[in-house]
């Protein structure tokens, strides 16, 4: 198998950290009453894709890194309603991302994670 772009696992790591960190905190402002309400359950949800893309893009997971790619095209977009330097921050992570995981070593990193899987 082919070994793991440095590049990859940063990028990895920083997603499940990012997404674990961020759950966790969310979870401080638990309100049952408020449960459904002020999106508390999709904003948790975003953040475990996080986690879940990085934890299977250290697997070798193809379809992790192009939820890596959505999880950063979504917060461009959430951004979007918010102040322009969010969105240029948030489109500067998108275009390193997109860099990183679509480099040659990357994808035949995910490229032998995916026959690995047809075996």
């Known amino acids: ?15 499940a950290a990012t997404g674990a960190i961020g759950f966790v905190s969310h979870l401080r402002e638990l309100n049952v009453q408020h449960l ?4 508390f359950v999709w904003i948790e949800f975003v953040r475990l894709l996080a986690v879940a893309s990085g934890a299977f893009m250290l697997r070798s997971q193809n ?3 192009w939820l890596a790619l959505s999880w ?4 461009v977009a959430v951004s979007a ?4 330097t969010e969105v240029a921050a948030h489109c500067v992570v998108l275009a ?3 860099y ?3 480099r040659p070593a990357a994808r035949e990193y995910f490229r032998a994670g995916q026959a ?3 075996v």
Do not use: C, E, G, Y
């Open 81 to 84: 309603f918010h102040s322009w």
């Open 96 to 98: 390193i991302f997109a």
């Open 63 to 65: 379809w992790a890194r």
């Open 1 to 15: 198998m082919k070994t793991r772009p440095i590049s990859v696992t940063l990028i990895s790591l920083l997603l």
């Open 100 to 102: 990183v995981l679509f």
């Open 36 to 39: 459904f309400q002020n999106d």
């Open 116 to 118: 690995k899987a047809n």
């Open 72 to 75: 950063i095209s979504f917060h």
